[in-house]
């Protein structure tokens, strides 16, 4: 892997967690939110990373939204106006401690990608220096 191809890999990795914090912020944000339509809770967007083909092309992201039924708790409430026939209001399927881990595991994979730059940065200017 040359240098040019390390910067493409770290790079496309730090876009690649920054947009999965971005999605989080968002998650966290709508925690308690209808969805924009009104006739649902707030699904939580993950975002799902693929490696780009071809040896040292990095990383892509894409978000999409969790619709798994089985996912989304119930209370019951008989009196708010989102309640079902039985009285259970189906809630978002945010959880907030799943929200802030995952958050604290892209903060740290966003900052290896920062040293892996920096560090093939470095090596890249060195490299220079000696041949010049």
Known sequence: MDAFQALQVS?????AERLRLDVIAANIANLQSRNPQGNGPYAQELTLLFQVPGYGSGVTAQVVQDQRPQSFPMVYD????????????TLSNVDLATQMTDALE??????ANVNAYATSRQMESYALQKMG
């Open 11 to 15: 790079g496309s990795g730090m876009a």
């Open 78 to 89: 008989p009196t708010s106006p989102y309640a079902n026939a039985a009285g259970y209001v």
């Open 106 to 111: 892209a903060a740290q994979a966003y900052q």
